[in-house]
């Protein structure tokens, strides 16, 4: 047994567990207590939704040198939006790679209402992320079928199975080949980004996947890749391709 074998052994509790196959995806909803679950599915308990709230308002606001809306120009959310999120991170034009839905509230923010770009991870991006990801919620994500994704989609899938940090650990040591053991006595679960953002009882407040991929490569003892880099936006893109037709969440609630 290899050095990165055994850390894995005995970093893992063996308490089942089994290599995840195309057959047998599970949400992270489908680990959770029934407690949180109870928690996400109620409107009126789901903490997220205070977050979608904040979004609606943001939605409706002018702002900027235009003086323009989100409404103004994209109308009601509930039909233009509805299907988008299940489709991000998308092939980007004028960049020529993938960006994420944050990425394009960012772009839209700045080129069309000339207003300057919310700070990653500031409550008002997270809010209106969390808002039009939920307009999709409940439709199966479709992300990766553009074709001029794939070569991005690869970048992720190697950036996932590949060792990272000082523990030498990939994504795919536990969320493929651990999924349903436990790890600090927490479920591991299969990694299926269906719910962001989400609202964490562990950070008691809304976070974004680039933010709980951070976390996970600190847990490695590896340096997180900078909010916004291309790395997140490959891994972003994997996982979303890899959850192709389960069904979006947003938002979603974990431990």
Request: charged share 20%.
């Given at each position: 047994?290899?050095?990165?074998?055994?850390?894995?052994?005995?970093?893992?509790?063996?308490?089942?567990?089994?290599?995840?196959?195309?057959?047998?995806?599970?949400?992270?909803?489908?680990?959770?207590?029934?407690?949180?679950?109870?928690?996400?599915?109620?409107?009126?308990?789901?903490?997220?939704?205070?977050?979608?709230?904040?979004?609606?308002?943001?939605?409706?606001?002018?702002?900027?040198?235009?003086?323009?809306?989100?409404?103004?120009?994209?109308?009601?959310?509930?039909?233009?939006?509805?299907?988008?999120?299940?489709?991000?991170?998308?092939?980007?034009?004028?960049?020529?790679?993938?960006?994420?839905?944050?990425?394009?509230?960012?772009?839209?923010?700045?080129?069309?209402?000339?207003?300057?770009?919310?700070?990653?991870?500031?409550?008002?991006?997270?809010?209106?992320?969390?808002?039009?990801?939920?307009?999709?919620?409940?439709?199966?994500?479709?992300?990766?079928?553009?074709?001029?994704?794939?070569?991005?989609?690869?970048?992720?899938?190697?950036?996932?199975?590949?060792?990272?940090?000082?523990?030498?650990?990939?994504?795919?040591?536990?969320?493929?080949?651990?999924?349903?053991?436990?790890?600090?006595?927490?479920?591991?679960?299969?990694?299926?980004?269906?719910?962001?953002?989400?609202?964490?009882?562990?950070?008691?407040?809304?976070g974004s996947l680039q933010r709980r991929l951070r976390n996970c490569m600190t847990g490695v003892r590896a340096e997180p890749y900078a909010y916004g880099?291309?790395?997140?936006?490959?891994?972003?893109?994997?996982?979303?391709?890899?959850?192709?037709?389960?069904?979006?969440?947003?938002?979603?609630?974990?431990?």
């Amino acid at each position: 047994m290899t050095g990165r074998h055994l850390a894995a052994a005995l970093a893992l509790a063996l308490l089942g567990g089994a290599a995840l196959g195309a057959d047998d995806r599970l949400s992270g909803f489908d680990f959770l207590g029934p407690q949180t679950r109870a928690m996400q599915q109620d409107d009126m308990s789901n903490p997220g939704m205070l977050s979608v709230l904040d979004g609606e308002a943001l939605w409706n606001r002018a702002g900027g040198a235009s003086g323009r809306s989100c409404a103004d120009c994209h109308g009601d959310a509930a039909a233009s939006m509805r299907g988008v999120a299940a489709r991000y991170p998308a092939f980007d034009e004028e960049s020529g790679r993938p960006v994420t839905l944050e990425g394009r509230i960012l772009q839209c923010r700045e080129a069309r209402q000339r207003a300057a770009p919310f700070e990653w991870e500031s409550p008002d991006l997270l809010a209106l992320s969390a808002y039009v990801a939920h307009q999709s919620r409940g439709l199966p994500v479709e992300t990766g079928a553009d074709p001029r994704l794939a070569p991005f989609i690869e970048r992720g899938r190697d950036l996932f199975t590949g060792p990272k940090g000082q523990l030498d650990f990939s994504c795919a040591d536990c969320h493929e080949d651990n999924w349903g053991r436990h790890l600090g006595g927490a479920v591991i679960p299969q990694a299926h980004p269906t719910g962001y953002p989400i609202y964490r009882l562990e950070w008691q407040s809304m976070g974004s996947l680039q933010r709980r991929l951070r976390n996970c490569m600190t847990g490695v003892r590896a340096e997180p890749y900078a909010y916004g880099s291309p790395e997140h936006a490959e891994l972003e893109l994997f996982l979303m391709a890899r959850a192709h037709g389960l069904p979006m969440e947003t938002p979603g609630v974990r431990p």
